[in-house]
């Protein structure tokens, strides 16, 4: 119904950038909230940054200041804009979208994941 489709991710060193985006399409109504989730090797998944609708965003307090994230409804997409990037930065990116379908369902989509690797 709803797909997410990630790109971006990739080698980067330590005190660099990169940009990661998502594009959700497929049979959608409205695309309320998205984010960006990550999962290191060995820990849980947890929240990297959110944006509702208009705009709000909600960032984990270990890439305040680092991370960006905006997005073009026009276009269902999602952008997370990494900056000062640490060796603690390295996980599995996810991308999810809370997405309200044609048909009237509604319910949280994820991406593939998309890998990021912070070398010394």
């Known amino acids: 119904q709803v797909q997410l489709v990630e790109s971006g991710g990739g080698l980067a060193q330590a005190g660099g950038s990169l940009t990661l985006a998502c594009a959700a399409s497929?049979?959608?109504?409205?695309?309320?909230?998205m984010g960006w989730y990550r999962q290191a090797p060995g820990k849980e998944r947890e929240l990297v940054a959110d944006?509702?609708?208009?705009?709000?965003?909600n960032y984990a307090d270990s890439v305040k200041g680092r991370f960006t994230i905006s997005r073009d409804s026009a276009k269902n997409t999602v952008y997370l804009l990494m900056n000062s990037l640490k060796l603690e930065d390295t996980a599995d990116y996810y991308c999810?979208?809370?997405?309200?379908?044609?048909?009237?369902?509604?319910?949280?989509?994820w991406g593939q994941g998309t890998q990021v690797t912070v070398s010394s």
């Open positions: 944006i509702s609708s208009s705009g709000t965003t």
């Open positions: 999810v979208a809370d997405a309200l379908t044609i048909w009237g369902s509604r319910r949280n989509y």
């Open positions: 497929g049979r959608i109504f409205r695309v309320n909230d």
